[in-house]
């Protein structure tokens, strides 16, 4: 199983950026880079994904190193409603998600 | 569109019962996966079901068993419990092999207390 490595927690000011780092060395050619969010008393929610390119949705954006070693989960412009722990997780063609500790997150007002 | 529903909300149970819990599935989706998340800690996966079959398990001993239904529905059932079992359980459901990405959508949870 594939690791990733993110700092316990981080904080914001409201209305700011955030850029969530994660690092996953070991990462395999095959791995898509996810990310979850788990808000207080709530089960983990999908945020965004990627393979090689950086991606963007509607909650996030996800700018992949190009060695694929690292990525950044950016939110836009930070609200009181994104305080949550974010994790980072590398899913290849098995069936399994490996969760870490995550990143904390805290917003400002 | 319904999400992934799971019960009982809550529940307390003491050393060496049993317990069941029950999840149902987002709608199309055909493979359901376990978690247990103790607190503090990431989701640990316990196992995983694909069209009523286990398909993967992780480092959980045999006292976690579940099935999966035709509806695709799951139950996730613990014997002879230990104090260390009290945890929010989770269920997720996804494409599986309809999607190889494998994106999965979390329930709310099962709290378990064992004293």
């Known amino acids: 199983d594939a690791k990733t490595t993110q700092p316990n927690s981080m904080e914001s000011n409201e209305e700011e950026p955030v850029h969530l780092p994660c690092n996953h060395s070991t990462i395999s050619g095959t791995d898509y880079i996810h990310w979850y969010r788990q808000l207080p008393s709530q089960g983990p929610e999908y945020v965004i994904h990627g393979l090689t390119s950086n991606v963007n949705n509607r909650m996030a954006s996800l700018a992949i190193a190009e060695d694929r070693k690292s990525s950044t989960l950016i939110l836009h412009r930070a609200t009181l409603r994104d305080a949550a722990v974010y994790y980072c997780?590398?899913?290849?063609?098995?069936?399994?998600?490996?969760f870490g500790t995550g990143t904390s997150l805290t917003v400002i007002p | 569109e319904t999400g992934v529903t799971q019960s009982p909300t809550h529940l307390i149970k003491t050393r060496g019962q049993q317990v069941t819990l029950r999840c149902s599935s987002q709608?199309?989706?055909?493979?359901v996966s376990w978690y247990q998340q103790a607190l503090g800690q990431g989701p640990q996966f316990i196992f995983q079901?694909?069209?009523?079959?286990?398909?993967g398990r992780g480092n959980f001993p045999p006292r976690f068993s579940g099935l999966q239904f035709p509806n695709y529905s799951s139950e996730l059932n613990v014997n002879a419990l230990e104090l260390d079992d009290s945890a929010l359980y989770l269920c997720?459901?996804?494409?599986?092999?309809?999607?190889?990405?494998?994106?999965?959508?979390f329930g709310p949870g099962t709290r378990l207390t064992v004293l």
């Open positions: 709608s199309g989706h055909n493979t």
């Open positions: 997780i590398l899913k290849n063609t098995g069936n399994q998600f490996y």
């Open positions: 997720a459901s996804s494409l599986g092999y309809g999607d190889i990405t494998d994106t999965q959508y």
């Open positions: 079901y694909y069209r009523e079959e286990e398909n």
